[in-house]
Nanobody, 124 residues
Framework: QVQLVASGGGLVQTAGSLRLSCAAS????????IGWFRQAPGKEREGVAT???????TYADSVKGRFTISRDNTKNTLSLQMNSLKPEDTALYSC??????????????????WGQGTQVTVSS
Protein backbone atom coordinates (compact mmCIF):
# COMPACT_ATOMS: atom_id res chain seq x y z
CA GLN A 1 0.00 0.00 0.00
CA VAL A 2 1.49 3.30 -1.12
CA GLN A 3 1.61 6.01 1.51
CA LEU A 4 2.97 9.55 1.50
CA VAL A 5 2.46 11.20 4.85
CA ALA A 6 3.26 14.90 5.09
CA SER A 7 3.83 16.69 8.38
CA GLY A 8 5.33 19.85 9.83
CA GLY A 9 2.77 22.42 8.78
CA GLY A 10 1.44 25.07 11.09
CA LEU A 11 0.88 28.75 11.71
CA VAL A 12 3.84 31.07 11.33
CA GLN A 13 4.35 34.81 11.01
CA THR A 14 5.61 36.54 7.89
CA ALA A 15 9.37 36.06 7.45
CA GLY A 16 9.29 32.96 9.63
CA SER A 17 10.39 29.44 8.76
CA LEU A 18 8.90 25.97 8.68
CA ARG A 19 10.26 22.57 7.73
CA LEU A 20 7.91 20.10 6.11
CA SER A 21 8.57 16.37 6.05
CA CYS A 22 7.10 13.56 4.00
CA ALA A 23 7.44 9.88 4.89
CA ALA A 24 6.99 7.47 1.98
CA SER A 25 6.30 3.75 1.91
CA UNK A 26 4.89 1.06 -0.36
CA UNK A 27 6.95 1.86 -3.45
CA UNK A 28 10.58 2.11 -4.51
CA UNK A 29 11.20 5.63 -3.26
CA UNK A 30 14.72 5.88 -4.65
CA UNK A 31 13.47 5.31 -8.22
CA UNK A 32 11.00 8.18 -8.28
CA UNK A 33 10.98 11.90 -8.72
CA ILE A 34 9.52 13.40 -5.54
CA GLY A 35 7.94 16.80 -5.27
CA TRP A 36 6.00 19.28 -3.19
CA PHE A 37 2.81 20.86 -4.46
CA ARG A 38 0.45 23.31 -2.81
CA GLN A 39 -3.10 24.48 -3.18
CA ALA A 40 -4.64 27.56 -1.66
CA PRO A 41 -8.42 27.91 -1.23
CA GLY A 42 -10.06 28.86 -4.51
CA LYS A 43 -6.86 28.42 -6.50
CA GLU A 44 -5.45 25.72 -8.70
CA ARG A 45 -2.78 23.37 -7.49
CA GLU A 46 0.72 24.82 -7.90
CA GLY A 47 3.98 22.96 -8.16
CA VAL A 48 6.55 24.10 -5.60
CA ALA A 49 9.68 22.00 -6.10
CA THR A 50 10.89 18.60 -7.26
CA UNK A 51 13.98 16.49 -6.69
CA UNK A 52 15.35 13.65 -8.79
CA UNK A 53 17.04 10.55 -7.46
CA UNK A 54 20.44 12.12 -8.11
CA UNK A 55 19.53 15.22 -6.12
CA UNK A 56 18.82 17.52 -9.07
CA UNK A 57 16.19 20.05 -8.06
CA THR A 58 13.69 22.37 -9.69
CA TYR A 59 11.80 25.24 -8.05
CA ALA A 60 8.90 27.46 -8.88
CA ASP A 61 10.05 31.04 -9.40
CA SER A 62 7.85 32.15 -6.50
CA VAL A 63 9.87 30.11 -3.98
CA LYS A 64 13.34 30.10 -5.52
CA GLY A 65 15.94 31.26 -3.02
CA ARG A 66 13.58 30.80 -0.07
CA PHE A 67 12.68 27.10 -0.15
CA THR A 68 15.01 24.09 -0.25
CA ILE A 69 13.90 20.59 -1.14
CA SER A 70 15.89 17.54 -0.06
CA ARG A 71 15.47 13.78 0.14
CA ASP A 72 16.98 10.88 2.04
CA ASN A 73 16.76 7.71 -0.01
CA THR A 74 17.97 5.60 2.93
CA LYS A 75 15.03 6.70 5.06
CA ASN A 76 12.44 7.23 2.27
CA THR A 77 11.84 10.78 3.39
CA LEU A 78 11.43 14.12 1.68
CA SER A 79 11.82 17.55 3.25
CA LEU A 80 11.03 21.14 2.37
CA GLN A 81 12.80 23.88 4.30
CA MET A 82 10.78 27.07 3.92
CA ASN A 83 12.36 30.37 4.92
CA SER A 84 11.25 33.98 4.59
CA LEU A 85 7.64 32.86 4.42
CA LYS A 86 5.03 35.20 2.97
CA PRO A 87 1.24 35.26 3.36
CA GLU A 88 0.93 34.12 -0.25
CA ASP A 89 2.66 30.87 0.74
CA THR A 90 -0.44 29.93 2.72
CA ALA A 91 -1.76 26.66 1.30
CA LEU A 92 -2.20 22.95 1.79
CA TYR A 93 1.17 21.39 0.95
CA SER A 94 1.28 17.85 -0.42
CA CYS A 95 4.11 15.55 -1.37
CA UNK A 96 3.92 13.36 -4.44
CA UNK A 97 5.94 10.82 -6.38
CA UNK A 98 6.23 10.64 -10.14
CA UNK A 99 8.31 9.38 -13.05
CA UNK A 100 11.83 10.69 -13.48
CA UNK A 101 11.16 11.70 -17.08
CA UNK A 102 8.51 14.14 -15.90
CA UNK A 103 10.40 15.52 -12.93
CA UNK A 104 9.31 19.15 -12.79
CA UNK A 105 6.89 21.04 -10.59
CA UNK A 106 4.82 22.00 -13.67
CA UNK A 107 4.21 18.31 -14.51
CA UNK A 108 2.19 17.29 -11.50
CA UNK A 109 -0.46 15.73 -13.72
CA UNK A 110 2.00 12.88 -14.41
CA UNK A 111 2.69 12.11 -10.76
CA UNK A 112 1.43 8.72 -9.63
CA UNK A 113 1.21 8.90 -5.87
CA TRP A 114 -0.07 11.70 -3.64
CA GLY A 115 -0.13 12.32 0.08
CA GLN A 116 -2.90 13.95 2.08
CA GLY A 117 -1.19 17.28 2.72
CA THR A 118 -0.26 19.48 5.64
CA GLN A 119 -1.58 23.01 6.13
CA VAL A 120 0.77 25.99 6.17
CA THR A 121 -0.65 29.34 7.24
CA VAL A 122 1.46 32.49 7.16
CA SER A 123 0.04 35.44 9.04
CA SER A 124 0.77 39.02 8.04
Amino acid sequence: QVQLVASGGGLVQTAGSLRLSCAASGFTFSSYCIGWFRQAPGKEREGVATIRTDGTTTYADSVKGRFTISRDNTKNTLSLQMNSLKPEDTALYSCAAGPLWHCHQDLGRYFNYWGQGTQVTVSS
